[in-house]
């Protein structure tokens, strides 16, 4: 049905991070993203790029990031497929064991959660924090 691919260009990223209003980056800074990215995903419809989703880390910790699918293609498991390729990916990296962590964009928690995610603070875990930096 959908075509999955291991890369993706910089345009496919900005579009469809503008359809799910995020905003985008400069094609220099992408290039940087995906070519320090352990693993990417993209799902295609014919020619056009419906969802993605990157790996980062070291084997040890790593994060999934940038999880999107285009809203017209939302709920048909698109989402839940490349969460898993990239947790076998991971599994498949690691030494002994890994952390796989990520922020789930608001509202999107069950989401994870049913994918094995666990929100945390739990009972080992503290607040996840970030920052933002920008020029």
């Known amino acids: 049905m959908y075509q999955y691919r291991d890369h993706i260009t910089i345009k496919d990223v900005n579009e469809l991070r503008k359809s799910v209003k995020w905003k985008t980056f400069e094609a220099k ?3 940087t993203m995906l070519k320090n990215s352990l693993a990417i995903i ?3 419809d014919h020619d056009k ?3 993605m989703a990157r790996l980062i880390g070291d084997g040890t910790y790593d994060f999934i990031v940038d999880v999107i699918v285009h ?3 939302q709920s048909q498991g698109i989402g839940h497929d490349m969460i898993e390729q990239l947790l076998h990916l991971a599994y498949d990296m690691m030494e002994s ?3 796989v962590c ?4 608001k509202g999107k928690e069950s989401f994870y959660e049913k994918c094995g995610f666990h929100k945390i ?3 080992f875990s503290g607040s996840g924090m970030q920052i933002f930096l920008t020029r």
């Open 29 to 31: 800074q992408i290039s």
């Open 42 to 44: 993209s799902v295609y």
């Open 49 to 51: 790029c419906i969802a």
């Open 71 to 73: 809203p017209n293609y």
């Open 97 to 99: 064991r890994a952390s």
């Open 102 to 105: 990520l922020i789930a964009a």
């Open 121 to 123: 603070p739990d009972d």
